[in-house]
């Protein structure tokens, strides 16, 4: 069997890197097409070095020539600019994507790669949260595997194989806690960014470590369950699971459970997606029941961790509102990243920009760029205001 060629999205992140370390693992299996970044131009040209892709791109114009100097002379390929992100994403020499661009910015070349036909492996849960019904329905009318590589989701897919449509009663999502499990809001209020950038269990990047902590990550998460998995509101819960081994569990019609579970590292997902449908062998650490006696589970607290129950709430709702949360949601991490805003402010914000941009129940896709643009903009002049 050839190898499958893997176009790798979002190289420079977290995602990225451990996808990069699955691939030379497995050089028998993989080889790099296509890494594309947004800034981090120094690690893209080390990466092209060498895996040697047929292309790069790098999102911010301003870094074209310091990558392409490097690199042309190598035979490599060398784009820049978000529409080159998109365009390269529809290639046909790309067997399989690896959607691993941090937040919104990662909608267009997903969809690109889908429109293709190419497969995904979707890490960027942002792109679900905006426009699942789109993305989704553009997957199903091209007949499109779209695998998860979210721990969460990617314990679901499992889960799910060889059932039965219909079968579903619930789906549960575990979520660690993150490092401010059963503080209370006057804990909280002092909270600074270095303190809620130590996850107690998992490797991630920033953004999805600044989510974890204020229980977001596991609100978009409900909602890309949705999408991915053709559920209900009714049909999705969380429970909070502070050592991280199982990663999530099916409740079928007959009562029954399935869970999967290992220890907390990102490369088995990554790699079980890449490989899909084949479980590759590997070296990663095995889990050992000797080495956790107790497995412990308990509800989440979203009196204190609002954004949870603001994610539950739009839900339910649906239409646009999901896009305006993800965009006050990456607004205000961006903010409290920089030490502009506080750790319970940042809910303040998203909860006044879901009540200012008007809600639309059946948005085209278009709609929901406008509507990311507006809730963007509100939450931008609500943190000028705040700061």
């Not at 329905?137 to 091209?142: E, F, L, N, S, Y």
């Amino acid at each position: 069997m050839s190898k499958k060629r893997i176009g790798i999205f979002g190289s420079t992140g977290s995602i990225g890197k451990q996808a990069l370390d699955v691939i030379e693992a497995h050089p028998e299996k993989f080889e790099v097409e296509v890494l594309t970044a947004q800034n981090n131009a120094e690690l893209l040209i080390e990466q092209a070095l060498k895996f040697r892709p047929n292309a790069v791109v790098i999102g911010d114009e301003n870094k074209y020539t310091q990558v392409k100097d490097v690199l042309f002379d190598k035979g490599i390929k060398v784009f820049a600019g978000a529409k080159a992100m998109v365009e390269v994403a529809s290639w046909n020499t790309i067997d399989m994507m690896l959607a691993a661009i941090v937040g919104f910015a990662g909608l267009a070349p997903t969809l690109s790669a889908i429109e293709q036909g190419t497969p995904v492996a979707l890490a960027n849960k942002e792109t679900l949260v905006v426009a699942g019904d789109i993305v989704m329905a553009t997957a199903r009318r091209k007949n499109v595997p779209v695998i998860p590589v979210d721990s969460e989701h990617a314990a679901i897919f499992q889960c799910l194989i060889g059932e039965p449509a219909g079968s579903v009663e619930k789906v549960v999502l575990t979520a660690s806690g993150g490092p401010f499990l059963g503080k209370k809001p006057n804990y909280l209020i002092n909270v600074k960014k270095d303190h809620a950038l130590q996850h107690p269990n998992w490797s991630m990047g920033a953004k999805i470590t600044i989510d974890s902590a204020t229980l977001m990550n596991k609100g978009l998460e409900m909602i890309e369950a949705r999408w991915l998995f053709n559920l209900t509101a009714d049909q999705i819960d969380v429970i909070v699971h502070p050592q991280s081994i199982i990663h999530s569990m099916v409740q079928f019609t007959d009562g029954s459970m399935k869970a999967q579970m290992g220890l907390p590292d990102m490369k088995l997902p990554i790699q079980y997606a890449m490989g899909f449908p084949q479980r590759l062998p590997n070296a990663f650490p095995r889990f050992s029941f000797k080495n956790y006696p107790s497995l412990t589970f308990e509800a989440p607290d979203t009196k204190t961790f609002r954004n949870l129950a603001i994610a539950m709430e739009v839900l339910k709702i649906g239409g646009n509102s999901a896009c305006v949360m993800n965009a006050a949601n990456e607004e205000v991490v961006n903010a409290f990243l920089r030490n502009r805003i506080g750790f319970l402010q940042m809910t303040e914000v998203i909860e006044e920009t879901l009540a200012k941009i008007p809600f639309q129940a059946k948005p085209t896709l278009n709609d929901y760029y406008l509507t990311d643009a507006a809730a963007r903009n509100y939450a931008a002049s609500l943190v000028d205001r705040l700061g």
